[in-house]
């Protein structure tokens, strides 16, 4: 700290030594006045006297004054000592705005100023100084109007001004007016604070730029549930604006459950939920939900993912495959099963069969002189009769198509599950009767003028033991009987 102005001991002390001299130089007059004897010895004791007394009186003070002196001095060096010893700088400037006392940090923040600061140089020459060194990053091109400002606000702010010098260094200064006109100012260096708060706004816009261009949908909630911020996705997903999202309840927005929904509760794993669009359209959402919970907030954050898009080509791809799947053990001709159908379908209820001891029966079906037929009306109307008999023999069974296929050229094959000897000679007279009602016009056929069938009829009770494939030699064997006796018949054929 520079030095304050020092009291003076001497003055006083002289003052006083005058003091006695004059008391005892007015003895001696009085003694030179007086011619009487006795006063003659009196009064050079007593002038000695006073001079004396004077001398003591002044050594005694001159020594109290001194301790005290000394203690100031104390006192002083101690106060400066801890002003220098300050992490911020401290600048005291009198009334004529002139810099009469700093502390070691002024000068170590402004080093090349020392010169300027010793001379006790106005607060506008210092600045000046500051500015011709270019000390003022924030004033470069526009000194003159920034002093003036400067000069204006000094003093008057209300609040700490924040200051960039040198390039890389901020200060805080704080400045207030003393009783008797001067200023007082401290310059406090933060910045390691404005790079951390530059740090942070920069994370800040980089973490606003990422929410903003998400393809996810990100809401905050506050802790009760409503919608605080949103970004644009979340206002492309609903189709409402951020203005009118905010305050919505979360459980207005997913699932219509209103305010039962609350965030505490979908806190975890990802969960799937149904929304709706603004325009009434149903939305399938996957939706995260995390907690900030700090002690000055509490709040969540949604992450909304969108997969109404997905789940429709997911039902697309399925209804696809289930139509390849279909036309994979469909008969194209005919709607009916194909015979890769039909060798699936005698596997699985066999082993079925084989498991419950349930009866299973097989028609081989056969159009009777096809060949005429195709040679007398030509093929596309024999695809025509193929397709209208395939549609009579399936509505002759009443437990689904399935059981139905084209076993290859005219034949069909037909399966019943559940099904003895008796019940399928039923189905079987009932598929010869359906056809013969049908009356399809077969001129060419040496059976009657119309298409009949002649079916072979076989049942069992599955067993491991025997291959499937016997049931079907059996039915086989069964309608090249009913062939030989003569067409439009059945033969049924106990299983062997
Ligand atoms: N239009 C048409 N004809 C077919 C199809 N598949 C097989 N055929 C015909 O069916 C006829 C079968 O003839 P055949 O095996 O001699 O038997 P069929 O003339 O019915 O004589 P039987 O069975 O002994 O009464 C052949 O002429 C084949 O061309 C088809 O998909 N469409």
Same mark, same amino acid.
């Given at each position: 700290?520079?030095?304050?102005?020092?009291?003076?001991?001497?003055?006083?002390?002289?003052?006083a030594?005058?003091?006695?001299?004059?008391?005892?130089? #007015?003895?001696?007059?009085?003694?030179?006045?007086?011619?009487?004897?006795?006063?003659?010895?009196?009064?050079?004791?007593?002038?000695?006297?006073?001079?004396?007394?004077?001398?003591?009186?002044?050594?005694?003070?001159?020594?109290?004054?001194?301790?005290?002196q000394?203690?100031?001095? /104390?006192?002083?060096?101690t106060?400066?000592?801890?002003?220098?010893?300050?992490?911020a700088?401290?600048?005291?400037?009198?009334?004529?705005?002139?810099?009469?006392?700093?502390?070691?940090?002024?000068?170590?923040?402004?080093?090349?100023?020392?010169?300027?600061?010793? /001379?006790?140089?106005?607060?506008?020459?210092?600045?000046?100084?500051?500015?011709?060194?270019?000390?003022?990053?924030? %004033?470069? &091109?526009?000194?003159?109007?920034?002093?003036?400002?400067?000069?204006?606000?000094?003093?008057?702010?209300?609040?700490?001004?924040l200051?960039?010098?040198?390039?890389?260094?901020?200060?805080?200064?704080?400045?207030?007016?003393?009783?008797?006109?001067?200023?007082?100012?401290?310059?406090?260096?933060?910045?390691?604070?404005?790079?951390?708060?530059?740090?942070?706004?920069?994370?800040?816009?980089?973490?606003?730029?990422?929410i903003?261009?998400?393809?996810?949908?990100?809401?905050?909630?506050?802790?009760? &549930?409503?919608?605080?911020?949103?970004?644009?996705?979340?206002?492309?997903?609903?189709?409402?604006?951020?203005?009118?999202?905010?305050?919505?309840?979360?459980?207005? #927005?997913?699932?219509?459950?209103?305010?039962?929904m609350?965030?505490?509760?979908?806190?975890?794993?990802?969960?799937?939920?149904?929304?709706?669009?603004?325009?009434?359209?149903?939305?399938?959402?996957?939706?995260?939900?995390?907690?900030?919970? !700090?002690?000055?907030i509490?709040?969540?954050?949604?992450?909304?993912?969108?997969?109404?898009?997905?789940?429709?080509?997911?039902?697309?791809?399925?209804? %696809?495959?289930?139509?390849?799947?279909?036309?994979?053990?469909?008969?194209?001709?005919?709607?009916?099963?194909?015979?890769?159908?039909?060798?699936?379908?005698?596997?699985?209820?066999?082993?079925?069969?084989?498991?419950?001891?349930?009866?299973?029966?097989?028609?081989?079906?056969?159009?009777?002189h096809?060949?005429?037929?195709?040679?007398?009306?030509?093929?596309?109307?024999?695809?025509?009769?193929?397709?209208?008999?395939?549609?009579?023999?399936?509505?002759?069974v009443?437990?689904?198509?399935? +059981?139905?296929?084209?076993?290859?050229?005219?034949?069909?094959?037909?399966?019943?599950?559940? !099904?003895?000897?008796n019940?399928?000679?039923?189905?079987?007279? /009932?598929?010869?009767?359906?056809?013969?009602?049908?009356?399809i016009?077969?001129?060419?056929?040496?059976?009657?003028?119309?298409?009949?069938?002649?079916i072979?009829?076989?049942?069992?009770?599955?067993?491991? +033991?025997?291959?499937?494939?016997?049931?079907?030699?059996?039915?086989?064997?069964?309608?090249?009987?009913?062939?030989?006796?003569?067409?439009?018949?059945?033969?049924?054929?106990?299983?062997?």
């Open positions: 700290m520079t030095r304050l102005a020092e009291a003076r001991i001497w003055p006083l002390l002289a003052f030594l005058l003091v006695g001299l004059q008391a005892a130089l #007015l003895m001696a007059a009085l003694g030179g006045m007086s011619e009487s004897p006795q006063w003659e010895a009196v009064v050079p004791m007593l002038a000695f006297g006073a001079l004396a007394f004077t001398v003591l009186l002044a050594v005694g003070v001159t020594g109290s004054l001194s301790r005290a000394a203690r100031a001095r /104390r006192a002083q060096l106060l400066e000592e801890a002003i220098d010893a300050l992490p700088s401290v600048e005291i400037f009198d009334h004529e705005d002139r810099l009469v006392a700093f502390n070691r940090r002024l000068v170590e923040i402004y080093p090349h100023m020392l010169r300027a600061f010793q /001379r006790k140089a106005t607060f506008e020459d210092l600045v000046r100084e500051s500015l011709e060194r270019g000390g003022i990053p924030e %004033a470069r &091109g526009r000194e003159d109007e920034w002093l003036q400002e400067r000069k204006e606000s000094r003093g008057r702010q209300t609040g700490p001004l200051q960039r010098v040198h390039d890389d260094m901020w200060l805080r200064i704080f400045e207030c007016r003393t009783q008797s006109g001067g200023i007082v100012g401290v310059r406090m260096e933060v910045t390691d604070l404005i790079h951390e708060q530059q740090s942070l706004a920069a994370s800040r816009a980089q973490l606003k730029a990422t903003e261009a998400a393809g996810n949908g990100i809401l905050t909630l506050d802790s009760g &549930g409503h919608v605080l911020e949103v970004n644009p996705s979340t206002e492309q997903l609903f189709g409402f604006s951020a203005a009118e999202l905010q305050g919505v309840h979360i459980g207005m #927005l997913f699932g219509n459950n209103g305010d039962l609350h965030p505490q509760e979908l806190l975890g794993a990802p969960r799937e939920l149904t929304a709706r669009h603004r325009s009434g359209e149903r939305l399938a959402l996957q939706l995260t939900v995390a907690e900030v919970r !700090t002690d000055t509490h709040l969540y954050v949604c992450i909304v993912t969108d997969f109404t898009e997905r789940q429709r080509q997911e039902e697309r791809l399925r209804r %696809a495959n289930e139509l390849l799947a279909r036309q994979s053990t469909t008969d194209g001709l005919t709607g009916v099963g194909n015979r890769r159908l039909f060798d699936q379908l005698l596997q699985q209820e066999w082993q079925r069969g084989t498991r419950s001891g349930r009866p299973l029966a097989l028609l081989m079906v056969d159009i009777d096809f060949k005429q037929y195709n040679d007398r009306y030509g093929h596309v109307a024999g695809d025509d009769c193929l397709r209208r008999v395939a549609t009579l023999l399936r509505s002759c009443g437990r689904g198509s399935e +059981a139905v296929c084209r076993y290859g050229g005219e034949e069909f094959a037909m399966l019943l599950v559940d !099904t003895d000897l019940g399928a000679q039923v189905v079987a007279q /009932r598929c010869l009767d359906s056809v013969r009602l049908a009356a016009e077969h001129e060419g056929s040496p059976v009657r003028r119309s298409v009949s069938l002649s072979g009829v076989a049942a069992c009770i599955p067993d491991t +033991a025997t291959p499937s494939q016997r049931l079907i030699e059996t039915a086989d064997r069964a309608l090249y009987d009913a062939k030989q006796g003569g067409r439009a018949r059945l033969i049924c054929q106990q299983f062997a």
